[in-house]
C-alpha cells in the first residue's frame, strides 16, 4: 500500500531562491507557540490556562511587593484578598449579598430572556414584523442603559424595581438582537424542507426554528449574562443597601481595598461558574451538537 | 396502483419568472409536460433557471406570469404532494435518522404505530437500518442526503424533486447514490424530475432530458433518451455498455459548449 515518493525532489525547488526554501523548511519542521490554524484543545489546553492565571496572580503579587510600604494598602497581595473574602463571609455574612446579587441579575436576566427569545424569533422568522419593529429595538440599543438610571428612580424611586428594571434594559435590546441574529442564521434550506413536508408555519417555528437557533441562542445568554454583572454593580452602586457592588462600595469610603478587590473577585468566581454552567447546559441540552472529537 | 385521471404529473405553459421588478429575467416564456411516471432531468448551463423551474413546480417560489399545475390543479404553494431534496443537508441535526424519517409523516398527520412501521421499512430502502439511532452529525455527507430522501419518500409523495441532489458528495458515494436512487425510483415508481450540472447523472437517471438555455432561461429542447429502449440500469457500467450512450453524452457536451460559447461572445 505504501508508495515510495521521492520528497527532495518536491519539496526543494532548485530553481527557487535560496531564501524562500528556507522559508519553506521552518513552516515544514520547526514547532512554534504562534502558529496560524492550530486549534489546541484537551490536556495541552488545560494546562496554558493554568499558566496563564498563575502568570496573572504573579503579576498582581509582584505588583504589590513593588509597591513602596506606604502604599501597598492600596494594591493588597493576594493572599490577602482571598484572606479578606473569608474573613467577609464568615463574619460579615458576606453569603448574603452574593445571593441578593445572584438574585437581581438571575432574576432580571431570565426576565429579559423571557421577552428577548420569543421576540427575537419572532423577529428573524417573519420580515415583516422584523420591518415593523427592529429599527426602533436597533435603536433603543444605542441608548446607555446606565442613562436610563435617573429615569427609572424617578418612577421606582430607590426600590428593588428600579435595579430590577436597570438589569433588564441592559441586557434586553442586545439580547434580542442577537437571537434574531441567531434565527436569521438558521440554515435556510431547513425551513424550506419543512415548508415543501407541509408544515404549517407553527410547527416549522416550533419544531424547526426555535430547535435549529436554540443552541446558539443560549450562546448568546451566555455572553450576554456577563453584561449583565456590569450592569448589577451600577445598580448596587447607585443605591442598594445590599448586594456584592453595595458592599464594594461602602468599602470604597473607607478605603477598603482589600474588600473592594474581594468584592471583584467574588463577582469573577461567579461569572466563571455561570459560564461554566451555560456550557453545562448547551451540552445537557444539545447532545446533538456537541462537536466530533478530529 | 392508485387510479389516476390522465392529467400530466406538471404541466407548465408561458411561464415567466423574473426578479427585482423584473430587471433580471431568470425563466422566459417555459412550457412544460411531464407526465406520471417519467424520469426527467433539467440540465443547462449554470443560470438557465433550472433550479427556479424546479422551485416554482415545488411552489416555494411563484411565477411572474404562466400557468403552472400538478395533475390538473393549479400549484398555489408547496405541499407534500410534491416532495423535495435539497443539495444542502436538510436532515435535522436535533432528531435522530429514525425520527428525522418520522418527522414529514407526523406534519401529514400519519399515526404514531404507522410511521414507525413505515420508517423501518424506509430505513431499508436507504440501507440505513444500522443508524436508526444517530444523529446527523455522527453520519457521513451521503448518508445525512439519504435521510432526506427516506423523510422525503415516507410522505409518499406523487413527484419527487431533487435540487442538485448528489452535489456536494464526492465521486464514489455519488454514484453510489445514483445507483440507489435507480432502486429508489423502481420500486417506489414515483414521477422525478432532478436538476443537475452533471451529464453523466442526468444520462443515467432520466428517461427524458429537458434541456434549458440561458439569458433569458428557456426549454431549448426535449430529449429522450431512447437509446435505454424504457430501460433503467441497477448499475452504471450496463448503461455504459448501450449502443448509443457514448453519442448521447457527446450531443449533450456539445450543446453545452455551445452555450457557453455564446454566453461568453455575447
Redesign the interface.
Known amino acids: 500500500m505504501t508508495q515510495e515518493v521521492n520528497t527532495s525532489t518536491i519539496i526543494t525547488n532548485r530553481d527557487a531562491p535560496a531564501q524562500f526554501i528556507r522559508d519553506a523548511d521552518t513552516h515544514a519542521h520547526k514547532e512554534r507557540f504562534f502558529e496560524l490554524l492550530s486549534p489546541v484543545g484537551g490536556r495541552k489546553a488545560a494546562v496554558l490556562g493554568v499558566i496563564g492565571a498563575i502568570l496573572f496572580f504573579a503579576v498582581w503579587e509582584i505588583g504589590h511587593y513593588a509597591t513602596p510600604e506606604e502604599g501597598r494598602r492600596f494594591l493588597p497581595s493576594v493572599e490577602q484578598v482571598v484572606g479578606r473574602l473569608f474573613f467577609l463571609f464568615t463574619e460579615k455574612e458576606f453569603i448574603y449579598d452574593v445571593l441578593q446579587s445572584c438574585l437581581r441579575i438571575f432574576g432580571s436576566f431570565f426576565a429579559a430572556s423571557a421577552v428577548a427569545i420569543p421576540l427575537g424569533i419572532m423577529l428573524g422568522s417573519f420580515g415583516g414584523f422584523k420591518a415593523l419593529i427592529n429599527p426602533t429595538v436597533s435603536g433603543l440599543r444605542y441608548l446607555p442603559a446606565a442613562s436610563f438610571i435617573p429615569l427609572l428612580l424617578v418612577w421606582f424611586g430607590p426600590s428593588e424595581t428600579a435595579k430590577m428594571a436597570l438589569l433588564f434594559l441592559g441586557v434586553l435590546f442586545f439580547l434580542i438582537a442577537m437571537v434574531l441574529d441567531n434565527t436569521e442564521a438558521v ?1 435556510r ?2 425551513t ?8 404549517s408555519r407553527k ?1 416549522i417555528i416550533l ?2 426554528i426555535v ?2 437557533a436554540m443552541p446558539a441562542i443560549i450562546d448568546s445568554m451566555r455572553t450576554m449574562i456577563a453584561v449583565g454583572w456590569t450592569y448589577l454593580v451600577i445598580a448596587e452602586i447607585v443605591g442598594a443597601k445590599d448586594g456584592i457592588g453595595a458592599v464594594m462600595m461602602r468599602a470604597g469610603r473607607f478605603l477598603n481595598v482589600d474588600t473592594i478587590m474581594a468584592g471583584i473577585f467574588m463577582i469573577g468566581v461567579l461569572g466563571v461558574l455561570t459560564d461554566i454552567m451555560f456550557r453545562i447546559l448547551q451540552r445537557v441540552l ?7 472529537k478530529v | 396502483m392508485n387510479e389516476r385521471t390522465t392529467q400530466p404529473a406538471v404541466a407548465a405553459s408561458g411561464i415567466v419568472k423574473q426578479y427585482m421588478n423584473g430587471a433580471f429575467t431568470a425563466l422566459h416564456d417555459v412550457a412544460l409536460n411531464i407526465q406520471e411516471g417519467e424520469v426527467v432531468a433539467f440540465i443547462g448551463p449554470s443560470g438557465c433557471g433550472k433550479t427556479t423551474m424546479l422551485r416554482l413546480i ?3 417560489e411563484k411565477p411572474t406570469a404562466g400557468s403552472l399545475e400538478t395533475f390538473g390543479d393549479p400549484i398555489v404553494g ?3 404532494d ?3 431534496i ?1 443539495q ?1 443537508y ?1 436532515s ?4 435522530t435518522t429514525k425520527k428525522n424519517i418520522e ?2 409523516m407526523k ?2 398527520g400519519i399515526p404514531k404505530d404507522e410511521r414507525e412501521r413505515k420508517a423501518q421499512e424506509m430505513l431499508k430502502l436507504v440501507h440505513l437500518d444500522k443508524f436508526a439511532d444517530s ?4 453520519l457521513s455527507g451521503g448518508m445525512k442526503q439519504r435521510v ?1 430522501i427516506a ?2 419518500l415516507a ?1 409518499n409523495p406523487c413527484i419527487i ?1 431533487m435540487d442538485e441532489p448528489f452535489g456536494a458528495l464526492d465521486a464514489q458515494v455519488r454514484w453510489e447514490m445514483q445507483e440507489m436512487m435507480i432502486e429508489v425510483i423502481e420500486r417506489e415508481k414515483k414521477t422525478v424530475i432532478v436538476v443537475t450540472h452533471d451529464i453523466e447523472e442526468a444520462i443515467y437517471l432520466a428517461d427524458r432530458i429537458v434541456f434549458f438555455t440561458r439569458n433569458p432561461g428557456q426549454v431549448k429542447e426535449n430529449i429522450p433518451m431512447e437509446f435505454k429502449k424504457g430501460k433503467r440500469f441497477a448499475l452504471k457500467e450496463e448503461m455504459f455498455d448501450q449502443e448509443g450512450y457514448a453519442e448521447m453524452e457527446r450531443r449533450l457536451f456539445a450543446m453545452m459548449r455551445e452555450e457557453i460559447v455564446a454566453t461568453s461572445a455575447a
Do not use: C, D, H
Request: net charge positive.
Open positions: 440554515q434550506e431547513y424550506e424542507a419543512a415548508l415543501t413536508m407541509g408544515a410547527r419544531e424547526v430547535p435549529a444539545f447532545p446533538w451538537n456537541v462537536k466530533k | 415545488s411552489g416555494l408547496p405541499g407534500p410534491r416532495g423535495m435539497f444542502a436538510t435535522f441535526p436535533w432528531l418527522y414529514g406534519v401529514i444523529y446527523p452529525n455522527s432526506a423523510r422525503t410522505q424533486l
